[in-house]
């Protein structure tokens, strides 16, 4: 479910932006050895970097830079140094699995946090508040939101060819999304 689910975040995003998904670059052979220094390799991570490589920092055409508005896909030969940049950060949660997934340049990071119970969701860590708040409870549930914020054209190019979107759709498109989650209802 998780592969149809990004095939189909990747298609909505080259409808925007027809250059996207060929600047993500195609897997590389060799991607699971970034894992080898972690615990395990979550679902998600899978089908991403088995069928991207993301998006380097000093992309040429910032146009293509966000996965999400304000948010690049991590190039699987950064995201070491950026767990790194995360854990200096002193992002923890006893017992977890902690992974940037993207990030902006403020290094602010939504990551995939799976606990010791096997939980797992999608946390947005803010570097200047220094906690992770839940935002999707599954992976599953980010991508399905952030699909249903193309459809509903809650995210959108702005006049210089640059993703954006509407705050006020996106959060109540993200609430109904997501009723269970705090960050969506307050």
Known sequence: MLKELFDEFIELSKELRPEYPDSLGKSKEDWMKVF???SKTPELFKVVYSSVQGTKREIANQSLMDFIPGFRLIHIEEL???KKNLDKLNVSEKG????PLIVNY???????????????GIYLFMHDESSLNLVYRTAEKFLE???EFYKQHAYYLDNDGFLDYDFQKE????AS?????????T
Do not use: R
């Open 80 to 82: 070491a140094q950026e």
């Open 177 to 185: 999304l997501n009723p269970e989650v705090k960050y969506w209802n």
């Open 106 to 120: 403020s290094s602010d990071y939504f990551c995939y946090v799976e606990n010791c119970e096997d939980a797992s």
């Open 96 to 99: 977890s699995l902690i992974l």
């Open 36 to 38: 080898e220094n972690f």
């Open 171 to 174: 959060g109540s498109i993200g």
């Open 145 to 147: 939101s952030a699909i």
